[in-house]
């Protein structure tokens, strides 16, 4: 009898890796499969390091996938809003795409109206990344690398970034994002993906009960930029301090939620940052994060015109991000916390999505 293994019938974490396709420049794109000892399975591209497709269950012990995004490369070449991408160099926006930096103006395309969003026209969530996987009786892991080369998009800078995706026995996807660079630059990595827990993207997720552990969200002007100062939420529709139906208020904050909050941890360990349940099917998401910000976004600008898996048309409010990052435009607001990472630095962020049920 083999004695490394052990003797319970729950398998061990393994990871099947496929080919997903080739892209229009002829680049392979390969999608790792993380399966964990209860079943727990996730996939991941290396095309954006696309968190493609969760998969848990609910309080019936059925697994269902409950991320949004598309079942063929040639979707997610065409321009979509970064379904599961990881976003960089730059995730959220930057004013009128120029910041100053050690006296120096460096200036980036403006592909959000007057601002730069989400790292550019061929930002993080566009590069192929190179994989290489591990697996112990614990856990599963992907570890994606990008290089991104000097005045890449604007951005001055070789930077080197890893981000490894962890699916433990637990049911916590840890995402871990480190970087180094050869010249001073901003940097504020995310992942994008789009929550819906029903598993029933038809379905919006104005039902889901928010909780966000912030006393204050960041306000914006009308083209999503920091007006500079914080605004507390008690007594506003932005208010999710204590856990309430995202759709009880998103009327009053006119296309709905697309706001970064502040959150109270206030430290740079990994704390909890926010709590979603979907009532019907039981499904609880935990988010905990090393970030001093998380975006909420609820899908405000999704209109039907996106067919997503299975064919299913992603309307208004299909689904929502909580994206851990710092604060948008940081680099034009001297009060927010810093987002320069400079030379012998290493930048680091860590997000885990804990995932469970409640009866
Ligand atoms: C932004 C939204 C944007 C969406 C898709 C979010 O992070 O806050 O304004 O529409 O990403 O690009």
């Not at 390969?30 to 996730?42: A, D, K, V, Y």
């Not at 039981?282 to 910000?293: D, F, I, M, N, Q």
């Amino acid at each position: 009898m083999d004695t490394t293994h052990p003797t319970n019938n729950r398998a061990l974490p393994h990871i099947d890796e496929r080919p997903f396709g080739v892209t229009k420049g002829g680049k392979k794109v390969s999608e790792f499969i993380l399966t964990n000892s209860t079943g727990m399975r996730i996939g991941i591209l290396t095309l954006g390091g696309i968190l493609r497709t969760i998969e848990v269950p609910d309080r019936a012990g059925r697994n269902a996938d409950i991320a949004l995004g598309f079942d063929s490369l040639t979707s997610y070449e065409e321009r979509h809003p970064y379904f599961g991408t990881i976003t960089g160099r730059f995730a959220n926006r930057i004013a009128k795409g120029a910041f100053s930096l050690d006296g120096q103006t460096y200036t980036l395309a403006t592909n959000n109206g007057p601002n730069h969003l989400h790292g550019g026209l061929k930002g993080f969530d566009r590069a192929i990344w190179s994989g290489k996987t591990e697996t112990t009786p614990t856990f599963a892991r992907v570890s994606l690398i990008h290089v991104s080369p000097d005045m890449d998009e604007g951005y001055p800078g070789e930077v080197n970034t890893e981000v490894t995706y962890t699916l433990t026995n637990d049911n916590e996807i840890w995402i871990a994002y480190r970087a180094t660079t050869t010249k001073p630059t901003p940097i504020n990595l995310t992942n994008h993906t789009y929550f819906n827990l029903s598993g029933d993207a038809s379905r919006d997720i104005k039902d889901h009960l928010l909780e966000i552990d912030a006393e204050e969200i960041v306000p914006v002007d009308e083209t999503s930029i920091p007006t500079g100062s914080l605004m507390p939420v008690k007594n506003t529709p932005f208010d999710f301090r204590k856990p309430r139906p995202l759709g009880e208020r998103i009327n009053d904050v006119g296309i709905g939620y697309d706001h970064t909050y502040v959150l109270s941890s206030g430290t740079r360990e990994l704390s909890f940052a926010a709590r979603l349940v979907d009532p019907k099917s039981g499904r609880v998401l935990v988010v905990l994060t090393t970030e001093p910000g998380v975006q909420l976004y609820t899908g405000n600008y999704l209109n039907g015109t996106f067919k997503g898996k299975g064919g299913v048309s992603y309307e208004k409010h299909a689904g929502l991000c909580l994206e851990t990052q710092h604060f948008p435009d940081s680099v034009n607001q001297p009060s927010f916390p810093s987002t320069i990472l400079r030379p012998g630095e290493v930048y680091a962020q860590t997000t885990v999505y804990r995932f469970g049920i409640e009866r």
